[in-house]
């Protein structure tokens, strides 16, 4: 039991460049999210989605799009990247958004 | 104002110190209520739920105030471990339920 899981744990992108950052949950959880971090401030919420089949914006969704791929996967995709974006990028997952969770390692991502 | 305060810190607290952390929430409706730890350069985990009794879970209590929109995070006989960013979690009440996680209070525990 993984819990959840992300990839790449690292990665440099140059200005312009495209990614996306893979996340999965073997917890049969129904809500998935995307978080940034950056040094000295909390989590802030790029994307969710509620349930399979549905995503909404969070706080900071400019410069991202996701895909919740099935039950299971949920990525968070950079279409042109920026410095703005060098971050810490967290997934979580949650049985429903009310309940607590559960996140995965983490990606460390930095654009020059 | 933010929906969720907390002080930064950080605390610095000699071993085996008690030492407690105060957190606070905008939205009177919320119902969950969670302390999160993030170790430096690691994912948050979840610590304990708050619940309207309060609850403790060893070393660690959490207490719930209502009236006063507060939750606490008490931790007796700190140990060096114990270092770390304790995160306050509020659900969002209204529309589509979310959580809300505060910015972090830092601990840092010394011999």
């Known amino acids: 039991n993984a819990g959840v899981t992300q990839t790449p744990k690292f990665q440099v992108l140059k200005t312009g460049q495209s990614m996306t950052l893979q996340c999965a949950q073997d917890?049969?959880?129904?809500?998935m999210y995307w978080y940034r971090q950056d040094p000295g401030m909390g989590l802030r919420l790029i994307y969710y989605?509620?349930?399979?089949?549905?995503?909404d914006k969070g706080e900071v969704p400019n410069g991202y799009n996701v895909s919740r791929l099935n039950k299971r996967e949920f990525s968070l995709r950079l279409e042109s990247a920026a410095p703005s974006q060098t971050s810490v990028y967290f997934c979580?997952?949650?049985?429903?958004?009310?309940?607590?969770?559960?996140f995965g390692p983490g990606t460390r991502l930095t654009v020059t | 104002r933010k929906e969720v305060e907390q002080d930064p810190g950080p605390f610095n607290v000699p071993e085996g110190a008690t030492v407690a952390f105060n957190c606070t929430y905008s939205?009177?409706?919320?119902?969950?209520f969670f302390w999160y730890r993030q170790d430096c350069r690691k994912e948050p985990k979840l610590l304990m739920s708050?619940?309207?009794s309060g609850n403790e879970d060893g070393r660690f209590t959490a207490q719930l105030n209502r009236a006063s929109q507060y939750i606490s995070l008490l931790i007796r006989d700190s140990k060096l471990s114990d270092s770390a960013t304790y995160l306050c979690?509020?659900?969002?009440?209204?529309?589509?339920?979310?959580?809300?996680f505060g910015a972090g209070t830092r601990l840092a525990v010394h011999p």
């Open positions: 979690v509020v659900n969002r009440a209204g529309g589509y339920n979310k959580l809300i």
């Open positions: 979580a997952s949650s049985e429903a958004t009310i309940y607590e969770q559960y």
């Open positions: 989605s509620a349930s399979e089949g549905t995503t």
């Open positions: 939205n009177s409706a919320s119902q969950s």
């Open positions: 708050v619940y309207s």
């Open positions: 917890m049969n959880h129904n809500s």
